[in-house]
């Protein structure tokens, strides 16, 4: 199981949210308000958490199959040495993976860290093609057999028409970027 969540640096700095109180009130805890204030980059500080959450959510509503309902003050992030975020839901514990960039910011969770994962992040705007064409690619299967499906909880996967399976992606998106990153199934 996975989950990501990609941030467009130019602009969500332009968007000032570390300024706005209101927001940071509905979405960050008064540790984590308190982390953004004593940081030098409030702003990548806000977004570094924004993406963690969202990242972690997405793992955590798969993991449970839960219907899709974000609760940011439910969800706790502690920032962690290097680019590692530990995320807490309930009574659940997530290490989310973050790469920062100049242009954007990237979290990513994932359940089961024996499997080899495949990731891209592309410029806006994607053809949902190009995600089906990595993915037979990166799995040696005909890309004319998948399809891109979306289940009851509206959680994407990637449908093999030959075998009929269902096979677990992430995708995301913000700005001028988008990110997809599924498990390669021969790893």
């Known amino acids: 199981m996975i989950g990501n969540d990609i941030i467009d640096l130019e602009l969500a700095y332009s ?3 570390s300024e706005n109180q209101r927001f940071r009130k509905k979405v960050f805890s008064k540790a984590e308000n308190d982390l953004i204030d004593s940081t030098l980059n409030s702003e990548l500080t ?5 993406a963690s959450k969202e990242a972690a959510y997405k793992l955590h509503q798969r993991k449970f199959q839960l219907e ?3 609760n940011p003050l439910s969800i706790e992030c502690c920032l ?6 530990q995320v807490a839901i309930k009574n659940e514990s997530y290490s989310v993976y973050t790469k920062i960039t100049s242009k954007y910011l990237y979290a990513e969770a994932r359940l089961n860290k024996s499997y080899e994962l495949f990731r891209e992040i ?3 705007p994607v053809n949902y093609h190009d995600y089906l064409k990595n993915f037979s690619e990166a ?3 005909k890309l004319d057999n998948l ?3 979306k289940d009851q ?6 449908f093999n028409s030959i075998s009929e399976k269902n096979f677990p992606i992430s995708i995301t998106h913000h700005g001028k970027f988008a990110a997809i990153v599924f498990p390669l199934i021969n790893s």
């Open 15 to 17: 968007e000032k949210k």
């Open 46 to 50: 806000l977004w570094h958490l924004w």
């Open 68 to 70: 899709p309902k974000l």
């Open 80 to 85: 962690g040495k290097s680019q590692r975020v």
């Open 122 to 124: 592309y410029k806006q």
């Open 139 to 141: 799995n040696n299967f």
């Open 147 to 149: 399809s891109l499906k």
């Open 153 to 158: 909880l509206n959680i994407p996967s990637i």
